[in-house]
């Protein structure tokens, strides 16, 4: 029994000798080249039949994409010679109809995604008033504390300024007003 196990070698080599063993051999026979001495094919011939195999895959795909490609532009061609006199003649009909249609798919359209914003904003503010954490509610939580710190501050700055700056000028006005009355 032969060992039939393929090398690393021989899997990546394949694509560069496509045809191996009794394939090859029955190759060359049925295309009738000749054969070196040891029997095999010269990779000369594999090489010349594998250009041209690919020249006519190439042709063949080429010409029929280019078939396709030019009853294409023959169809767009007519479409449009029947259609221009019908869009001229209608086109004070469709251009404030196409415009009135295109207004009312981007009015749904925006009222559709106004109205899912809204139901997706009141079920987050349902489920925070009703303390089930939703995403998010942490950083709302950190930023209402942030806020409501800062908040304290400023007043606490504000009533402090506020009782050094007022209590201050108000004794040195009052202290005038008394000045003033004693000398007149």
Do not use: C
């Amino acid at each position: 029994m032969a060992d039939t196990t393929r090398t690393h070698h021989d899997i990546m080599n394949r694509d560069q000798y496509p045809l191996m063993g009794r394939d090859r051999d029955q190759y060359g026979q049925i295309v009738g080249r000749d054969r070196d001495q040891y029997g095999q094919m010269s990779s000369r011939d594999y090489s010349k039949s594998r250009q041209i195999a690919k020249a006519v895959t190439a042709v063949t795909a080429g010409g029929s994409l280019l078939v396709l490609s030019s009853l294409t532009l023959v169809g767009t061609v007519i479409a449009l010679t029947v259609a221009t006199p019908l869009l001229v003649i209608f086109s004070p009909i469709l251009v404030p109809a196409l415009i009135t249609v295109a207004l009312l798919i981007t009015g749904f359209l925006s009222s559709g995604g106004f109205g899912i914003a809204a139901i997706t904003v009141f079920s987050w503010i349902y489920k925070y008033a009703t303390g089930e954490h939703p995403q998010g509610s942490d950083r709302l939580d950190s930023a209402r504390m942030k806020l409501g710190s800062k908040a304290q501050d400023l007043k606490d700055r504000a009533q402090y300024y506020g009782q050094q700056h007022t209590g201050g000028e108000h004794d040195r006005d009052r202290d005038r007003t008394r000045v003033g009355q004693q000398t007149s």
